[in-house]
């Protein structure tokens, strides 16, 4: 679950402590407090003269096996507060609902209506605070009655929960930080002697990390005991710990390796090894971030506004990404070392890219 315990009327960080009442689970959220998002601060409360609605939108058509990574993935650039799939029977529906921090986002998660999450594209409706909570009511009707109430398809473990489920010596992560590491993951389970090649990171169609990772122990005892690190923080990001079987990990390196192969320029190696034109692509941008954002982010390199090229969608608003000039080819490759860096309170990815790619991009933006 995701939550924020403060806000104001008819922002989405109130419904946090009302579902951990309603739920007991661990807390998690992506992003910063209010008042420090790029992307909109809330006026004082003496100019509300309204209650806002309430900032909920529902998914419909979300592959079987989606995540909450994949939500958040999907939705990058928003404030996410809760994520609740819809369940029926058991099943997932293949929707779910996605609370945001305030009622003006909204607007925005509504512009990636019919885009794609792996190959399905998924359709994004505006829906009332009443659907929600019906959505919540029947997950703890389902769940009292003994069916599993979050992500059923993603979750290996048996009806009767992780405690009892059989454990093989491999457990599967779920909540990583992208930009979390093996050493991250060794660092984490510090208590137990693993090795990096007993750890894997998955990667999703787009070669990127999705958030998951599988860990191989020395018996199938020391991965039961590390099951006492459920729900524990790796970063600001709770983990959660479920037992899994040496035939879902050899699965998911399988899927994850030709993920890899057919995306190599997505891998960190990828980067390393791409050529260098002098023009770096950054994604993740506050929506928010003008030129003067982004030569700050570069400062000790020698930018001009007119070498920093922000993007806009076909209704005229940022993407979240850029492509930014630098003065000479080895500029551009010593600039980064600022990837994976904070802007705000987002971290910005940046990958080598060509004039090409930035003269069509600034051509898709007039």
Sequence with gaps: MFYRGYGDVGDGYEMGPKRQRVIDQGSSFYGTPPGSSFMYNPPPYSYISQIPPFPV?????????????????????????????????????????????????????????????????????????????????????DS??????????????????????????????????????????????????ISEDAIHIIINSEGRPTGEAFVGFASAEDSKAAMSKDRKRLGNRYIELFPSTHDELDAAVSRSRSNISNNPKSSEEGKDSDEHSGV????????SAGKEDIIDFFKDFVLSEDSVHVTFNSGGRPTGEAFVEFANAEDSKAAMTKDRMTLGSRYIELFPASFEELNEAVSRAR
């Design 144 to 193: 009292h009655g003994g069916s599993p109430h979050r992500n059923v398809s993603r979750a290996k473990s048996s009806d009767n929960g992780k405690e009892s489920a059989e454990h093989t010596g491999v457990l599967r992560l779920r909540g990583l930080p992208f930009s979390a590491s093996k050493d991250d993951i060794m660092d984490f389970f510090k208590d137990f002697v």
């Design 280 to 287: 770096l692509r950054m994604r993740g941008l506050p929506f």
């Design 57 to 141: 939108v529902r998914l419909h058509g979300l592959p079987f096996d989606c995540s909450e990574v994949d939500i958040v993935e999907f939705f990058h650039g928003l404030d996410i507060v809760d994520i609740l799939f819809v369940h029926k029977n058991g099943k997932f529906s293949g929707e779910a609902y996605c609370v945001l921090a305030y009622s003006i986002q909204v607007d925005f998660a509504l512009q990636r209506n019919r885009q794609n999450i792996g190959r399905r594209y998924v359709e994004v409706f505006r829906c009332k605070r009443q659907e929600y909570y019906k959505a919540i009511a029947n997950e703890v009707s």
